[in-house]
């Protein structure tokens, strides 16, 4: 069954600190996965795309990091701010179609001051 | 360009009533799709569209109608509305989503629905 698994459910860091959130997926055969944010009542909003021979993208404090051979990824943030408050959603791919997205349940991240 | 737009943002309907949710985008976009989010869960894809005129179904379609005569738009129909329709709506669209590889969503700012 293709499914997106993410972890944790939620966290809470102070400003400035780092994190790292992760997706494991057993979507196959595997296309490219992406990281969205989510501000609390918006759309998502696209922070990576990374297909099978990707192992890292970065979008200015994000890092995305893949591992196609475990099927794991994970999304770093670096010196996080408050404004770095939201759900991510990893989001994977199936090769070929448009009915072929499967979306994590997200990470809640909130950071405090 | 404006992106993806919805309307309303917020809507209360009673049990059985019906009404469309718009979705608009100006990019130009062929590929068109309708999410809906329940609290704690991920988006589950309703209808999707490859371009005017051509409209499938997801993984939740039942309860829903869409219609794509333009590009541009792609209203949701909901007939006889549920409580179990109660949820956040998304519309998204992309170019060329069928080449697979690193296309991109972009998505709406949602309709909040509440069925009573």
């Known amino acids: 069954k293709n499914q997106v698994e993410q972890s944790p459910q939620s966290l809470i860091i102070l400003e400035g600190k780092n994190c790292t959130l992760q997706?494991?997926?057993?979507?196959?055969?595997?296309?490219?996965l992406r990281w969205y944010k989510q501000d609390t009542g918006r759309g998502p909003v696209s922070l990576t795309i990374m297909t099978f021979s990707e192992n890292t993208k970065s979008n200015g404090r994000y890092t995305a990091t893949l591992d196609a051979d475990t099927k794991q990824s994970s999304l770093h943030i670096t010196a996080s701010q408050l404004s770095d408050s939201a759900s991510y959603i990893c989001v994977v791919s199936r090769q070929t179609g448009a009915n072929n997205l499967f979306f994590g349940t997200g990470t809640r991240l909130t950071v405090i001051p | 360009n404006a992106g993806v737009t919805q309307t309303p943002k917020f809507r209360i309907l009673k049990i059985g009533q019906s009404m469309t949710l718009q979705c608009t985008q100006d990019?130009?976009?062929?590929?068109m799709y309708w999410y809906r989010q329940d609290p704690g869960m991920g988006l589950k894809l309703i209808y999707y569209?490859?371009?005017?005129?051509?409209?499938d179904k997801g993984e939740v379609p039942n309860g829903y109608n869409v219609s794509r005569s333009t590009t541009e738009d792609f209203p949701l129909r909901l007939e006889l509305a549920a409580p179990s329709q109660t949820s956040v709506y998304f519309c998204?669209?992309?170019?060329?989503?069928?080449?697979?590889?690193?296309?991109?969503?972009?998505f709406g700012p949602g309709t909040r629905l509440t069925v009573t």
């Open positions: 569209s490859v371009g005017a005129g051509i409209t």
């Open positions: 998204a669209s992309s170019y060329d989503g069928n080449s697979g590889l690193s296309y991109e969503q972009y």
């Open positions: 997706c494991n997926y057993t979507v196959s055969p595997f296309s490219n």
């Open positions: 990019m130009n976009h062929n590929y």
